[in-house]
Each structure stands twice: as C-alpha cells, then as structure tokens.
C-alpha cells in the first residue's frame, strides 16, 4: 500500500518561503506513468492544483503561482518537495501531496498539512 | 472561481437516487476523462471515479460517473448516510497542463 506524508512548518511568517517534503513509502517514486504532485486546500474552500513533477526532474506548474514555486524531487530518499516564495496569507492552506497518473487522476494522496501564514 | 461548475449542495433521503453535475469547456473535459473525489471533513480527498465511469477497488457500486461533450455527472443510488461529504470533479486541463477541480458539491443526507 502507497503511502504518502507531508512534512514541514505549520507556521510560516509572511514574505517568507514555504517548505514541504513529501515522503512515499510502500512504492517507489521512480515510476513511469505517474507525476508526483501538490495541491492546496484553503480554509473552507476548494481544490487548486500548484505543481507536478516526473521522477526524471521534468515539472509542471499552475501558471498562476508559477513565478514563486519549485517542485524538485530526490529519488535516492524517495520523496519530493515543495517551496513557494514570498508567501502571503493567501497561501494559508492545507497542502497535499498526491500521486498522479498522467493526463488523469490523483489516487494516492498525504493526509494533507496545515500551513498557516501569519507574523 | 473554480474552473469546472458544480452546484454547491445537493440534498437526498436514504435511499434515494442523487446526481451531482460538472460543467467545463473543451480544452479539460471535452478533451479528457472526469474523475471524482469524495472528501470527508477533516480528511483528504479520495478518488471515488476515474476515467469517467471507472471504481477503484473498494469504492461500491452504488457511485456511477457519466460524461457527454464538456459535462459530466455523478449518481449516488441507494443514499446513505456515510455519503455526507464534499464531492469534487476535476480533469486535465490543456490551458493548465495540469488538473483543474469543481468548486465542489456538498452532500447533505436528510
């Protein structure tokens, strides 16, 4: 059974930069077929999809938060990570890390983390 | 504003037959498959349809996904009380390269 965790702050001062790390177990990351993504919950509200990486480094990213977010992958410790730049309470959100088949669905996902922006 | 449309409730008895509808556009579902996602409060979103009309494993009959041209729709036979959640459409999208979400649908089971 894939499992996937998120790991990071929970707490994040505005102007600052957000970093998670997504951890798989049961499976290994370096698999055809499938991208590695995150994507975000706000308080009460929707789905929004930030970014997808390949196990080969090729990323994906939302057009509207391209310019302050990197994906990047490490397939030696099986994980992949998350920073965004210049963060604002905008970004205050619950993040899940996902599997995703490409063109398609996301059927594994973390059980998502809490990242809060405030001073 | 989301870019896939669903209506933001949806009510039903148990028992009862519920749809919940996904609206887009050419370039997400017109041109890839729908999938759904069930989320309970507190708790990750779980795949519950994929390529339009597909279970995964453990997911029971009772959940059905159709599409037609830019719209898709999720059936609920049999409504149980455990189907009280939010319930999202999303696809790939070609503006995005990547997925795009419904607004998503809450499910209210009277």
């Known amino acids: 059974q894939l499992l996937l965790q998120e790991s990071g702050p929970g707490l994040v001062k505005p102007s600052e930069t957000l970093s998670l790390t997504c951890t798989v177990s049961g499976g290994s990351i370096s698999t055809s077929s499938y991208y590695w993504a995150w994507i975000r919950q706000p308080p009460g509200k929707g789905l929004e999809w930030i970014a997808s990486?390949?196990?080969?480094?090729?990323?994906y990213y939302n057009p509207s938060l391209k310019s302050r977010v990197t994906i990047s992958v490490d397939t030696s410790k099986n994980h992949f990570s998350l920073k965004l730049t210049s963060v604002t309470a905008a970004d205050t959100a619950v993040y899940f890390c996902?599997?995703?088949?490409?063109?398609?669905?996301?059927?594994?996902w973390g059980q998502g983390t809490l990242v809060t922006v405030s001073s | 504003q989301s870019v896939l449309a669903q209506p933001p409730s949806a009510s039903g008895t148990p028992g009862q037959r519920v749809t919940i509808s996904c609206s887009g556009s050419?370039?997400?579902?017109?041109?890839?498959?729908v999938n759904w996602y069930q989320q309970l409060p507190g708790t990750a979103p779980k795949l519950l349809i994929y390529?339009?009309?597909q279970r995964p494993s453990g997911v029971p009959d009772r959940f059905s996904g159709s599409k037609s041209g830019t719209s898709a729709s999720l059936a609920i036979s049999g409504l149980q009380s455990e189907d009280e959640a939010e319930y999202y459409c999303?696809?790939?999208?070609?503006?995005?390269?990547?997925?795009?979400f419904g607004g998503g649908t809450k499910l209210t089971v009277l």
């Open positions: 050419s370039s997400n579902i017109g041109s890839y498959t």
């Open positions: 990486i390949y196990y080969s480094g090729t990323t």
């Open positions: 999303a696809a790939w999208d070609d503006s995005l390269n990547g997925p795009v």
């Open positions: 996902t599997r995703q088949k490409v063109y398609s669905h996301n059927d594994y």
């Open positions: 390529s339009n009309n």
